[in-house]
């Protein structure tokens, strides 16, 4: 992988800020390592101070309650005085109010992008129900988590003396949860990790084999998750005498649907058929210059060619979406994007919180001094195309083009919702660094810095980080990701996640009452 260290040898880069927009009244410094006071800048601005790399340098002096503006737009006012050329610190900074829900603007922005030219397609595994994957997996659902102790003790069984016997199963993945009893089946929220667990056990990976573990005694019955009581579907631990013969059972049901899952074969798929999600996690603030706006435009592309991509993290478009708003393409969708901001807003009031607490500690000492920041950044991932639907946790999704899917933003209860809306694939940037990924689906971790990518040698798949060196376009590194997408999805390319096996829990997102 390319970069700017190689074999011990530093190949230096003179000094170099990033001002986003003309209105910016600071810039964030992009050498690894970051400045020493004394460094002067291209513009010829001298640091009084140093100033870590992504952190951000006042580009003129700050009066006590002027406004701070990053990629047009104000992030924060100033609490003191602050000198041209010092380092802007997150503790200087008052945060702004929220947009307000009742004062969006909806629509206005919504022109179609243009088709691209050419037909683009990739090759998946097609289901009975038109769906393609791009992983051809054996999963199996548990209806409670009574029962994960056990399941967890067969899916190793299977990895070993099943799996070798069907060379054309990735793997066999179980659904755990926490869920299932001693919850509020009917509460309020309930619903939310009820579709979850329903959809995910149709991913379109699963090839439509249907395969449930249960205890038996448990809230979450079939009828919840639209599953019959047929006995080749549905195995109840309750049933069996004792734990030999619930392995057994596993195994033998589990080979049945490993014999069909075995006879799938890759065929051309047109991009209409792949659904793409987009996350971040580890951010930093060059998040927002490099690896997200990357990503954008690899959105874009991949709208352009049919496909359908879907964005998240509540919190961290909250304070942009007065941006979003504008390119909802109807009325309905863009009251869609406001109820689930106020779903959220009031989620978070009855949890005695706002939305100033999803900075992370690691954000901050990347150099994003707030959420506001940070959601600016944030949503550049979803590039420039219309917004066609929005999704409710854990929703289906329903038309092609680009969706907001509202999750929180966790990485894993995204990621665990994203796949439950029907996500192939996901697109991951960061800038920290993290070693998250999905056993259901392939992620591409795409690095913020080229110093993580180096770091990470083994972990990165693609360097955004070139983007701030002057070394590659936005342009260019989003045509990368959007090729990477198709090998990725195609199975011509193995990420280095899926490489060394990682599989991260899923989380179901559960606001509902715990009895």
Not at 81 to 86: A, E, Q, R, T
């Amino acid at each position: 992988m390319k970069g700017n260290v190689m074999a011990g040898n530093t190949v230096r880069i003179p000094p170099l800020s990033i001002k986003m927009n003309d209105l910016d009244n600071v810039a964030i410094i992009a050498n690894d390592g970051g400045l020493p006071a004394g460094a002067v800048l291209q513009d010829g601005l001298k640091l009084t101070e140093r100033i870590p790399q992504g952190h951000k340098i006042a580009l003129e002096d700050f009066a006590e309650g002027d406004a701070i503006y990053r990629y047009g737009e104000v992030i924060g006012y100033a609490d003191r005085l602050i000198p041209k050329g010092s380092w802007v610190r997150e503790t200087m900074l008052q945060m702004p109010e929220p947009p307000a829900l009742s004062e969006l603007q909806i629509g206005g922005n919504t022109e179609p992008l243009p088709p691209m030219e050419g037909v683009y397609t990739f090759m998946g595994y097609p289901n009975p129900d038109g769906s393609f994957g791009t992983k051809n997996l054996l999963g199996i659902t548990t209806s409670v988590q009574c029962v994960t102790g056990v399941l967890d003790f067969a899916v190793e069984k299977i990895r070993k003396e099943l799996l070798p016997n069907y060379p054309n199963v990735d793997d066999v993945v179980a659904l755990n949860h926490s869920y299932g009893c001693g919850v509020a089946i009917d509460g309020l929220g309930s619903e939310i990790p009820i579709r979850t667990i329903r959809n995910l056990a149709n991913h379109p990976n699963f090839g439509g084999e249907l395969l449930i573990i249960g205890l038996g005694c448990e809230k979450l019955t079939l009828d919840r998750l639209d599953a019959g009581e047929s006995a080749s579907d549905v195995l109840f631990l309750q049933d069996r005498s004792g734990f030999s013969e619930m392995i057994t059972t596993i195994m033998e049901m589990s080979r049945e649907r490993l014999e069909r899952l075995n006879k799938r074969e890759r065929v051309e798929a047109p991009l209409s058929k792949l659904t793409v999600g987009m996350q971040c996690g580890g951010s930093d603030a060059l998040s927002g210059v490099t690896a997200n706006p990357a990503v954008g435009h690899a959105s874009d592309l991949l709208v352009r060619a049919g496909a359908t991509v879907m964005f998240s993290e509540v919190t961290e478009v909250r304070d942009g979406v007065h941006l979003l708003a504008k390119r909802a393409v109807t009325e309905e969708v863009g009251q869609a994007l406001i109820r689930e901001m106020k779903w959220y807003d009031d989620y978070l009031v009855r949890g005695l919180a706002d939305r100033s607490a999803n900075t992370t500690p690691g954000n901050k000492k990347g150099g994003l001094s707030n959420i506001v920041e940070k959601s600016l950044g944030s949503i550049v991932k979803s590039g420039s195309a219309p917004i066609v639907d929005v999704l409710s946790p854990g929703e289906k999704v329903r038309k092609n083009g680009l969706n907001f899917a509202a999750t929180p933003a966790g990485d894993f209860v995204c990621g665990t919702l994203q796949l439950a809306s029907g996500m192939h694939l996901e697109v991951f940037t960061t800038g920290r660094g993290t070693p998250y990924n999905l056993s259901m689906a392939p992620v591409i971790k795409v690095s913020t810095r080229t110093g993580l990518a180096e770091q990470w040698r083994d972990l990165i798949d693609v360097d955004a980080g070139k983007i701030a060196d002057g070394k590659a376009t936005i342009e260019e590194v989003g045509e990368e990701i959007f090729q990477a997408i198709i090998d990725v999805a195609s199975g011509r390319r193995q990420t280095w996640a899926d490489h060394w096996g990682i599989r991260n829990d899923l989380v179901l997102f559960n606001p509902a009452p715990i009895t």
